[in-house]
């Protein structure tokens, strides 16, 4: 320890494979063993480091070690694991892991992702001015100009207390100014009305960044007017690499694939919107003219995955450009009830107003059926809520368009009322209760 102290690798190399040898089950030396090979780039540090782990599985520094030299290898996904280990097992430890996973994410191109770690490490230590530097450039790339300037001026105010902190700022620094400067170009030339050499500038960002969302947007703004539609779609892909959440992108692009006559395609971008902000007014546009059993299908799919009170927000903006649609009417009630953090208020009120729903909006409606359900289990009325429940499934299989929407009935409903025994007879639609 003391040769590795004073930096005298190889004698330390050889001092540590002596301890191995003296104590083969102590986890220690061979992390330590594992660190000096790595220092000098050997691929023998992970056959060390993986020793080490197993015999000291808990020690945060030997997981955050281990995956650093896992990354530096290109090892991504035994990286991750071990650096999420790290993360799990200490805080003291978690800035660093936070680090290396952004850095995974960044590799496989999930700049979102790695963004998020950074800003998680950011949270967990905000004085290191490393976080900061790295943050900058990943703000740039995503379009996030003002994030990335305010990024900058941290790394540069905070102290200089970290290996290679130079060498990273000043890549900030030149990464950040360089796309800055590109874009700048690029607009100034299309004011001109230059077009083909802001093409250029927006494909040197590329060339820099292929995935920078602005010049991706830009090129698939300028190739649309022009209708290279695979242009188009190859720009719009590229910028939802580097922003998958970015909502504009995704309405382009089922815009495009309904340009095309690519029906599916245009449904599963529409999808991933409605996964992303069923209730954003760009989403809630390209939803109102879908047909009714689409609409319901997509909502009810989101709902499924814990988004019910934003699938009632849809419902209520979808509502106010038609009114009379009965359909968003009982999806509106059903979402209300189906959200797990709904009052005893909205569940007496929905129960009187679907306990009537069917004399005006006719009977065999399941989803109607289905509302009442959860709204009578809310309110302590269980056999009520078992006979609308059974009766919701038995119309849901009777009524044409509905068989793929079964299993979430079944799902939400079971979860209210439990098992659902649906051999019993059923009784008349006009079912009693005690109001």
């Not at 242009?231 to 910028?239: C, D, G, K, N």
């Not at 005893?344 to 009977?363: C, I, K, N, P, Y």
Request: charge should be neutral; charged fraction near 25%; include cysteine.
């Amino acid at each position: 320890m003391v040769l590795h102290a004073h930096r005298q690798v190889n004698p330390s190399i050889s001092a540590y494979r002596t301890a191995v040898q003296l104590a083969p089950r102590s986890g220690r030396w061979r992390y330590l063993l594992a660190r000096v090979l790595d220092v000098q780039g050997s691929e023998e540090s992970l056959e060390q480091f993986a020793a080490a782990v197993l015999l000291l599985p808990s020690d945060p520094a030997v997981q955050l070690s281990f995956g650093n030299a896992l990354l530096r290898f290109n090892r991504l996904a035994e990286a991750a694991r071990s650096l999420q280990s790290a993360f799990d097992l200490s805080l003291q430890s978690s800035s660093q892991a936070c680090i290396g996973l952004a850095q995974v994410a960044q590799a496989e191109n999930r700049i979102e992702d790695a963004i998020t770690w950074l800003e998680k490490g950011r949270s967990i230590a905000p004085q290191h001015g490393k976080i900061h530097a790295l943050l900058a450039p990943l703000y740039q790339r995503a379009g996030k100009t003002e994030q990335a300037s305010r990024a900058l001026e941290e790394a540069r105010r905070l102290p200089r207390d970290w290996p290679e902190h130079d060498s990273i700022f000043e890549d900030a620094m030149s990464r950040c100014r360089s796309l800055s400067i590109l874009h700048q170009n690029a607009k100034t030339l299309l004011d001109r009305g230059d077009r083909a050499s802001a093409v250029n500038e927006w494909n040197r960002i590329l060339g820099l960044d292929p995935a920078n969302l602005e010049a991706n947007l830009q090129l698939a703004n300028l190739f649309a007017e022009e209708k290279r539609w695979e242009e188009v779609r190859r720009h719009l892909e590229r910028a939802l690499q580097s922003r998958p959440d970015h909502l504009q992108a995704l309405a382009r692009l089922v815009h495009l694939e309904r340009t095309l006559g690519r029906p599916e395609q245009a449904l599963d971008g529409l999808r991933k919107m409605v996964w992303i902000e069923a209730s954003a007014d760009v989403t809630i546009e390209l939803l109102s003219s879908l047909p009714a059993p689409m609409l319901r299908s997509l909502l009810l799919d989101a709902g499924l995955r814990g988004k019910w009170r934003v699938v009632a927000d849809a419902c209520c903006k979808i509502a106010e450009r038609d009114p009379e649609t009965k359909d968003l009417r009982e999806l509106l009630v059903f979402s209300r009830m189906a959200a797990p953090d709904h009052s005893q208020s909205e569940a007496t009120a929905a129960l009187a107003e679907v306990r009537t729903a069917s004399d005006t909006w006719g009977a065999r409606r399941p989803l109607t059926w289905a509302a009442r359900s959860l709204a009578a289990s809310s309110c302590g009325k269980s056999e009520e809520a078992m006979e609308c429940a059974r009766t919701a499934l038995q119309q849901a299989r009777g009524v044409k368009g509905w068989a793929d929407l079964v299993p979430i009935l079944e799902h939400v409903l079971a979860q209210s009322t439990g098992p659902i025994d649906e051999e019993v007879p059923e009784r008349s639609s006009s079912t009693k209760d005690d109001r």
